[in-house]
């Protein structure tokens, strides 16, 4: 089964920087990673920043101005740049993608800040 996957979590310490990738696990599979999304311990997942088909970028307040979202587009692979980073910004962060007219998601990777 063809799916999302992302790479790049790990645990750094506040201020610090961490880079996501997503990639369908297949190279080249026709799956379309368009943006992130995060859940948190006992809450809701949340977007993080998305782009939308217009090619505009969507992104939470809470993050603006410190995660980048930005892609390569030959390589069909989405990156998340996250810098000056927070302990609240802990959380499993979710890669979604289109495939055809269906929504695709990734099994997740665990970012934790802490020092």
């Known amino acids: 089964q063809v799916q999302l996957v992302e790479s790049g979590g790990g645990l750094v310490q506040p201020g610090e920087s961490l880079r996501l990738s997503c990639a369908a696990s297949i190279t080249n599979f026709p799956i379309n990673p368009m943006g992130w999304y995060r859940q948190a311990p006992e809450k809701e997942r949340e977007l993080v920043a998305t782009?939308?088909?217009?090619?505009?970028?969507e992104d939470a307040d809470s993050v603006e101005d410190r995660f980048i979202i930005y892609r390569n587009k030959a390589r069909n692979t989405l990156f998340l740049r996250m810098n000056a980073m927070k302990p609240e910004d802990t959380a499993v962060y979710y890669c979604r993608g289109n495939y055809g007219s269906a929504l695709v998601w990734g099994q997740g990777t665990q970012v934790n800040v802490s020092s």
């Open positions: 782009f939308n088909r217009d090619g505009s970028i």
